[in-house]
């Protein structure tokens, strides 16, 4: 009984002492995930989906209104500038136009005749003065001879009273013309001026005007790939109505939606990468489009190299985006943990005893395949990464096969 006793007593110190309290449980290895601690590069990135588009469009918008009359390329040809693409028709525009340029013929033949009147008075007043001083060039020797002979008593007062009354009338009468006539020119002058300058400005217009049925003949404005709507001959287009656009083919960037929540961590020029046909493509942010829809903001990617050969507007890219600068770090693979422990804590996995003991850590930055350790790991240890959801508040898995 004595040694019963001792027994019991030293029992019961022993799982007060050195036992371990802690909550445990058994655990299937097999139905877990395991992963180790390891030292590596850090990338901090992102997956994001970029639908490829052309680098520029070049859209076809109607500038006249008109029927269909021909389709001279097809949707998917491709074009140089200058090529022809469709004819219109419209009758209404075509007599308008020619309403118009009748109109502008007449206003510039009234411009001309006003310019030939005042050339024909400036050449008027001309022979004017032209008269004015061949009267004084006759009437000055006539005057001074018969001053001379009324000083020698061999005319009379009356005589010499009329020559010097007409002369000094001729000087006075070229005098008045003179001032008139130079007043006139300053005045035709500028008339003539604004004359010339309506008269330029209506034949702008006039050449204008016989461009606006050019506008009937739809021509490539760039070379490119032609991509149209479904149109037909005899089909009407308004003006202002977008009916196709060219596509420069050696040009490509994808419009990649990225969550609201990478916004303040995105700028112009951070970089990606995506596989294509077994080769890797580099891709740049080269626009950010701020506006919030559903969730995403959108951005533009441009290839920093050539584009991929075969690509095609439309295509889906999976692209590797790059949020910061890659630095060695330790590293713990993702798994389904993190929704359990919010990253606080793990289940380390000690291989000798063959049990998983909770250890609480600090993790860092996250990309899909790791999570950055700051503390509480060290590399080469093992990690329970699969899901906690089945170990409830147990402390030490028991790991069994």
């Not at 300053?186 to 010339?196: M, P, T």
């Not at 606006?212 to 202002?240: F, M, R």
């Not at 290839?303 to 890219?317: L, S």
């Amino acid at each position: 009984m004595l040694l019963a006793g001792t027994l019991l007593v030293a029992f019961v110190l022993y799982q007060l002492v050195f036992a371990d309290a802690r909550s445990s449980m058994n655990v299937n290895r097999e139905r877990i995930t395991i992963a180790t601690v390891k030292t590596g590069e850090f990338t901090d990135y992102i997956p994001v989906s970029g639908t490829i588009e052309p680098g520029e469009v070049f859209y076809l918008d109607a500038i006249e209104r008109g029927n269909i009359q021909e389709i001279i390329r097809e949707s998917g040809s491709m074009v140089e500038k200058g090529d022809t693409i469709l004819m219109l028709t419209n009758s209404n525009l075509q007599l308008e136009v020619m309403q118009r340029e009748t109109d502008l013929y007449f206003q510039i033949n009234n411009l001309r005749q006003t310019r030939l009147l005042l050339d024909q008075n400036d050449l008027s007043q001309q022979a004017q003065l032209a008269e004015i001083d061949y009267q004084i060039n006759l009437l000055k020797p006539q005057y001074e001879r018969f001053r001379e002979l009324h000083n020698k008593k061999l005319i009379s007062d009356r005589e010499l009273e009329e020559v010097k009354e007409e002369y000094e009338y001729n000087l006075k009468r070229q005098r008045l013309t003179y001032e008139s006539y130079r007043n006139d020119s300053i005045a035709r002058s500028i008339q003539k001026r604004q004359l010339r300058e309506s008269e330029a400005r209506m034949n702008q217009s006039l050449n204008g005007v016989g461009h606006i049925l050019d506008n009937l003949l739809v021509k490539a404005p760039i070379t490119g790939q032609l991509t149209t709507e479904q149109i037909e001959v005899g089909q009407s287009i308004n003006a202002g109505e977008r009916y196709g656009q060219i596509d420069v083919i050696d040009k490509f960037k994808a419009r990649v939606p990225i969550d609201e929540l990478y916004l303040p961590r995105i700028s112009t020029g951070l970089k990606g990468t995506f596989s294509f046909s077994d080769e890797t493509f580099e891709m740049e942010i080269s626009k950010i489009y701020p506006n919030v829809t559903g969730g995403r903001f959108e951005v533009d990617m441009v290839f920093t190299g050539n584009a991929p050969t075969g690509i095609r507007r439309g295509q889906t890219v999976r692209i590797r985006l790059e949020l910061g600068e890659s630095e060695q770090a330790t590293l713990l693979p993702t798994g389904g943990f993190y929704k359990d422990t919010g990253g606080n804590w793990v289940f380390v996995v000690d291989e000798e005893s063959e049990n998983a003991e909770k250890r609480d850590i600090r993790l860092g930055r996250k990309n899909p395949e790791y999570y950055e350790v700051i503390e509480g790991l060290q590399p080469g240890e093992k990690v329970i990464v699969s899901g906690y959801e089945n170990f409830g508040k147990n402390e030490v898995l028991n790991l069994n096969r």
